[in-house]
């Protein structure tokens, strides 16, 4: 993935990958041009790869910053989402075959008269295209009909929602497999195997499915140590019905040992790649009372703000200890000045009562 940007000063900044300001491959630093060029590797820096249906092909995300300043973060720097999509090809692949007649017993009259009915039969070839499904992947708060989580805190319930969408009536049936967690910095954790078990129930448990193109599952949020955030990313392998049922691979987790190759030999079907958004985990001993007060933090945070932080809490009211060094010295200042005044109103009094 190659990215190059025109700028009106010569350039002294750095482009990298968000994340990955350290990694190999991954930054390029200004040369004083006025011309800045990063070619991307797919593997270092945690490109992401989503397969689609609709249209068929690849994406290929990331998310580029581009600094301007050779030290430091600043407010005219920017972020961009770079998106390349990679449009699969359909080729039809057409061979000879020639087939011989089979040794054949019958008598000449019948084999004259199977000819001639053979050749009064009109052939109709009866095609129809089906569209793929479209999916999507969510992560909710109180269930089902819930709001999209960008904001939660650990041991927060929260409710995963895969859902497919399709104009076709009884077609297809779904199976989420090959689930993971990333904190988009190149760490990741199965949650989901291929034939879409559980590898530790703590994390995620088994879906359920209450429609042919839905899934679903409660969880407790969780996160990675010292990671401020986290996403999900999943595989969702769409086939047909099979005497008008669906059998997933997932139906019988507990017994995949045993039925190990007859799982493997079904696992047949168009995959497609979901991603839940990017979700802000706080610590459990932070210490905010509401996520309104997470997502305040966070805003401060990402615009670089140093600001005074103040936010309500169930005890009191939280200072930084910047913050309260300030507050203190002008609390001092104020006291001292009231005292200094005190003094010099007493010393005008004592002065005039001499005089008379």
């Known amino acids: 993935m ?133 999916c999507k992947y969510e992560v909710l708060s109180d269930g089902p009909t819930g709001q999209a989580i960008k904001y939660a805190t650990v041991g927060q319930q929260v409710y995963h929602k895969w859902s497919c969408s399709s104009e076709a009536v009884d077609v297809y049936c779904m199976t989420v497999h090959s689930c993971s967690v990333e904190d988009g910095q190149g760490r990741r954790v199965l949650l989901l195997d291929e034939n879409g078990c559980p590898q530790d129930k703590y994390l995620m448990a088994n879906l359920n499915y209450p429609t042919d193109l839905a899934a679903q599952v409660d969880s407790m949020v969780f996160k990675f140590a010292d990671k401020p955030s986290l996403f999900f990313q999943c595989q969702i392998r769409l086939s047909l019905k099979t005497d008008g049922e669906c059998k997933r691979t997932s139906d019988d987790c507990n017994t995949l040992k045993k039925m190990k190759r007859e799982i493997f030999a079904g696992k047949k079907g168009e995959n497609i790649d979901v991603f839940s958004d990017t979700m802000v985990v706080l610590d459990v001993d932070d210490g905010y009372a509401t996520l309104e007060d997470l997502k305040k933090l966070q805003a401060l945070r990402n615009s670089n703000m140093h600001d005074t932080i103040v936010t309500e809490a169930e005890n009191g009211v939280c200072l930084s200890s910047i913050s309260f060094g300030i507050l203190v010295s002008i609390v001092g200042l104020l006291l001292l000045t009231s005292i200094s005044a005190s003094v010099m109103v007493c010393l005008r009094r004592d002065r005039t009562t001499l005089k008379k």
């Not at 990298?16 to 270092?44: E, F, W």
């Open 2 to 134: 190659l990215v190059s940007l025109n700028t009106k000063e010569p350039f002294e900044g750095h482009v990298y990958v968000k994340g990955h300001y350290d990694t190999p491959g991954c930054r390029t630093d200004g040369t004083n041009n006025k011309t800045a060029k990063i070619s991307i590797p797919y593997s270092n820096c945690d490109v992401r790869r989503q397969r689609t249906s609709s249209p068929a092909g690849v994406f290929l995300s990331t998310i580029v910053v581009i600094t301007f300043h050779p030290m430091f973060v600043t407010k005219v720097d920017r972020a961009y989402n770079v998106k390349c999509f990679y449009m699969a090809a359909d080729k039809v692949v057409s061979s000879d075959l020639e087939v011989r007649e089979l040794p054949s017993f019958q008598s000449d009259h019948v084999q004259s008269m199977n000819s001639l009915l053979l050749s009064t039969l009109a052939t109709e070839l009866i095609t129809q295209t089906v569209e793929m499904p479209e």
